[in-house]
T-cell receptor, first 113, second 113 residues
Framework: QKEVEQDPGPLSVPEGAIVSLNCTYSNSAFQYFMWYRQYSRKGPELLMYTYSSGNKEDGRFTAQVDKSSKYISLFIRDSQPSDSATYLCAIPMFSGGYNKLIFGAGTRLAVHP | DSGVTQTPKHLITATGQRVTLRCSPRSGDLSVYWYQQSLDQGLQFLIQYYNGEERAKGNILERFSAQQFPDLHSELNLSSLELGDSALYFC????????????FGPGTRLTVL
């Protein structure tokens, strides 16, 4: 089983839609959860960073963590064409004596006008 | 702009050749990470350096090596290149040892013919 699973999509939605992006993880010890956004031909950029369970909101973006289900979500309200990108969940993990960041496969999102 | 720079942007070379990718971290960041991103493998962690010392190794092939110099810039050396090494190579940096908040460069697109 992969440590972090993410549906690669693609996901296509009309402008203004609410988008839900999801990841599942296998290790209940994970505490920190991140979402990165990657535009085509660019490097990933950190979008949201959450700790433990609950919700965190930043403008049109809400990150949600459900530790009981080992499920993390990113919601985008009032989606815009400029939100078209690949969204990657990421979890820092301590393994073999060092920290590393485990990325999901990324979900490709297209928001059409 | 993340503050992380990578050169070159594009590299086209032949099988069996050797190339060097360069990365300059954000000002003040001591950790540098290298990642490989291909269509079928997603974003894979290769190696981390902290203040000149190797700190963590991921899925890095023996044909690949890296180093971090006193001025904190880093180079990733890829040798005996194979067609399957064609990918995007990203460098990321962070302030400390922890792998959580990383800032990614724009990447180097390597094409091996």
């Amino acid at each position: 089983q992969k440590e972090v699973e993410q549906d690669p999509g693609p996901l296509s939605v009309p402008e203004g839609a609410i988008v839900s992006l999801n990841c599942t993880y296998s290790n209940s010890a994970f505490q920190y959860f991140m979402w990165y956004r990657q535009y085509s031909r660019k490097g990933p950029e950190l979008l949201m960073y959450t700790y433990s369970s609950g919700n965190k909101e930043d403008g049109r973006f809400t990150a949600q963590v459900d530790k009981s289900s080992k499920y993390i979500s990113l919601f985008i309200r009032d989606s815009q064409p400029s939100d078209s990108a690949t969204y990657l969940c990421a979890i820092p993990m301590f393994s073999g004596g060092y920290n590393k960041l485990i990325f999901g496969a990324g979900t490709r999102l297209a928001v059409h006008p | 702009d993340s503050g992380v720079t990578q050169t070159p942007k594009h590299l086209i070379t032949a099988t069996g050749q050797r190339v060097t990718l360069r990365c300059s971290p954000r000002s003040g960041d001591l950790s540098v990470y290298w990642y490989q991103q291909s269509l079928d493998q997603g974003l894979q962690f290769l190696i981390q350096y902290y203040n000149g010392e190797e700190r963590a190794k991921g899925n890095i092939l023996e044909r690949f090596s890296a180093q971090q110099f006193p001025d904190l810039h880093s180079e990733l050396n890829l040798s005996s290149l194979e067609l399957g090494d064609s990918a995007l190579y990203f460098c990321a940096s962070s302030n400390g040892l922890a792998a959580d908040t990383q800032y990614f460069g724009p990447g180097t697109r390597l094409t091996v013919l």
